[in-house]
């Protein structure tokens, strides 16, 4: 593939007979939107929607160091999942602590598991798997064969189930972050919008009709434009934007992903953590005045400046909210500027997270 080809997902030819708008993100092909990005929004916030994640990768890793192996790549430490399908987020970090990719991982077996990694970074965060598995008895094997298809929203678990009624027996009983094997499906109830439901990987010759199955059922196709202010409003990074390799976990909301606990345990990157005493946090902010924030604006704070590194239109608060990388003296509540059109503009500093379940996570709007 060269620099100007885009990759496609089993599901392509389904959104460009749907209508959808095609877009290139991180070298894919994909559907930004079917008509109007804000009714897909409210329609996962208040009903059922879906979403092709195909062009992210899943790897299967098996081997006798399996365990160990995880222990030592991941931040997070993967020897506290003991209930098989139980999964665990986290970041992979380079020797300076810098974010390599955050991750999903599925625990199988101590010598079963499976790794979901974003799209942009598959190749690279492959490259740096099998540089770190030399002196490992592990085997990685990237899936290329399988689909994604995440179904979110209030009204997802019971549509999904409408449609393929069989796998309720398998799946009803799935806690939050846990995943079960049917037949050659893996549902897991986990996402990337703040609401319930489940992602399904499955083979990739069967995606396109499983998508039209669960189109037939009233879950409606829902593109990368309303998935980008989902995950925004619930407050869930996004690789590139929120944090990528020059900056670490503890200055991108991701503290709580790092397991220090085990002090024998010499995960990558665990050294420059421990000396680390961040001078930025990661904060959430609402916009008090007209306008709208994006990423890479200027934060102006009486204790430096910082930066937006997301932000958008909220549809379900009706302003404009973002992440942001701010010194660490600011607290939540205070008031700050954002640059804006060579204007500043008033801010208030929230925490992270903005919207869960459909409902408000604010103590009070701002107007």
């Known amino acids: 593939m060269t620099a100007t080809q885009t990759q496609r997902t089993p599901l392509y030819d389904t959104h460009v007979a749907a209508g959808a ?8 092909d994909m559907p930004i939107h079917y008509g109007s990005q804000l009714e897909e929004h409210h329609t996962v916030r208040r009903d059922a929607g879906m979403f092709d ?26 020897a506290k999942l003991t209930l ?15 974010v390599i990719d955050d991750l999903i991982v599925y625990f199988f077996t101590p010598q079963q598991y499976r790794i979901v990694v974003n799209a942009g970074t598959a190749e690279k965060d492959l490259a740096w798997m099998q540089k770190q598995s030399a002196g490992f008895d592990i085997q990685l094997t990237p899936r290329r064969d399988l689909a994604m298809i995440a179904v979110q929203g209030p009204n997802a678990r019971d549509k999904f189930w409408a449609a393929f009624p069989a796998s309720k027996a398998v799946s ?23 609401e319930d439901g489940f992602e399904i990987t499955l083979p990739s010759l069967v995606a396109a009709r499983t998508w039209l199955a669960l189109q037939t059922v009233g879950v409606a196709p829902i593109g990368l434009g309303a998935r980008d202010t989902l995950r925004l409003e619930a ?31 010499n995960f990558i990157g665990r050294k420059k953590l421990e000396a680390q005493n961040p001078a930025r946090k990661f904060v ?3 916009l008090l005045d007209r306008g709208v924030m994006r990423s890479h604006q200027k934060v102006v704070t009486p204790h430096g400046a910082g930066e937006t590194t997301s932000g958008s239109f909220s549809p379900s608060l009706n302003q404009s909210i973002a992440l942001a990388r701010v010194p660490a003296a600011v607290v939540i509540g205070d008031e700050v ?3 804006i059109r060579d204007k500043q503009l ?3 500093v929230v925490k992270p997270n903005f919207v869960r379940h459909g409902k408000s996570l604010l103590q009070e709007k701002s107007s």
């Open 337 to 339: 500027a954002v640059e």
């Open 235 to 265: 407050g869930m990074n996004l690789y590139g934007q929120d944090m990528d390799e020059s900056v670490g976990p503890l200055e991108s909301g991701l503290g709580w992903t790092v397991d220090f606990k085990d002090a024998a345990r």
């Open 53 to 78: 994640v195909s062009h992210m990768l899943a790897i299967d890793l098996v081997g006798n160091d399996a365990q160990r192996w995880l222990r030592h790549l991941l931040a997070n430490d993967v």
């Open 346 to 348: 008033k801010a208030k």
């Open 21 to 28: 708008k095609i877009v290139d993100f991180a070298g894919w």
């Open 84 to 98: 098989p399908g139980k999964a665990l987020y986290s970041c992979m970090l380079q020797d300076d602590a810098g």
């Open 172 to 194: 009803e009983s799935l806690a939050v972050f846990q995943a079960a094997q049917w037949n050659e499906w893996l549902i897991a109830r986990t996402g990337y919008t703040g």
């Open 284 to 286: 959430g902010l609402l």
